[in-house]
């Protein structure tokens, strides 16, 4: 415990002693942790509605036309066989154009010019819960685009094709800028904490004289280093909460289609500083190994 309170101590007096050199590390930490912040706060909103989209998907199954009642009948067996289907609805020619009138009522005379065949009839397909993916439907729409009696399939592939390729693309976009950040703040912690130990060279060298280890020694540096994460991610998320009630939420809430924007889960914000405190705990051992070898 008292060699604990002594890091801590030393921690503090090295942020005094050189707070201008610490100011510049902080900030400079804080900015770098603000664009993961922001990448994160991004990508769970997006991931979101996703999901939400995902749970709302329905697939249309369109039938040939002059199918009897017991190929019908066959089909929706065949098509229950498939562990991705939760729900099957039939549709007759009728009820669509029943149900398109509703929605559609200026259009009465064109439907009524092309008689009762005017839609087909269809099987309207909810996905069982644990296939409510994009994986999930398409895999579905292979099976059943094969069987006979089957005409078209719609499942609003166009969009979940362009959301399966932006939520790729924003995950490979976000790795590499969360691990180019990732080094700058290591290298931003290392460079602090070297130059600190180069200022108090002397003091460290007095510390072997009297016989203290190593470990006693890199002691303060290392929970140098963590300090610096932990408040560098600390402060990034004073700033990200502060963009995100004055831009973020009142731009992404017009642009979420009905979905509320949602700020990043305590979790996350734990996560967050713990991965700031990581980073500067790494930055820390590297900034010691190489005064280490060239003091003893």
């Known amino acids: 415990m008292r060699y604990l309170i002594y890091c801590f101590r030393e921690t503090g007096a090295n942020f005094l002693d050189y707070r201008g050199l610490s100011a510049v590390a902080l900030v400079t930490s804080a900015l770098s942790m603000l664009c993961v912040g922001l990448f994160f706060v991004i990508y769970v909103n997006i991931h979101e509605v996703v999901q939400a989209l995902e749970n709302e998907i329905i697939m249309d199954i369109y039938l040939d036309e002059g199918l009897a009642e017991n190929q019908i009948l066959i089909l929706e067996r065949v098509i229950l066989l498939n562990p991705e289907v939760g729900n099957l609805e039939f549709v007759s020619h009728r009820d669509a154009i029943e149900a398109y009138l509703e929605r559609y009522q200026e259009e009465e005379a064109l439907v009524a010019s092309l008689g009762e065949q005017a839609l087909p009839a269809s099987f309207m397909v909810s996905l069982a819960p644990t296939h409510r993916t994009v994986a999930g439907v398409t895999s579905l729409a292979k099976k059943i685009e094969g069987i006979k009696g089957v005409s078209e399939i719609q499942y609003g592939q166009e969009w979940i094709q362009a ?134």
Not at 244 to 257: K, N, T
Request: proline share 2%; net charge positive; hydrophobic share 55%.
């Open 163 to 296: 959301f399966g390729w932006g939520t790729r693309l924003l995950m490979l976009i976000g790795s590499i800028v969360g691990a180019t950040l990732a080094l700058a703040s290591i290298a931003i912690v290392a460079n602090t904490i070297r130059l600190t130990l180069f200022n108090r060279k002397h003091d460290i060298d007095i510390l072997r004289l009297l016989g203290a280890t190593e470990a006693f020694i890199r002691g303060p540096f290392l929970v140098e280093g963590v300090a610096l994460g932990a408040l560098g991610a600390g402060v990034s998320l004073i700033l990200l909460k502060i963009i995100f009630e004055s831009f973020i939420y009142r731009v992404g809430d017009g642009l979420m289609q009905g979905h509320a924007v949602a700020f990043l889960s305590p979790a996350a914000l734990g996560a967050l500083v713990g991965c700031g405190a990581c980073l500067g705990f790494v930055g820390a051992i590297l900034s010691l190994r190489p005064t280490r070898k060239a003091w003893v």
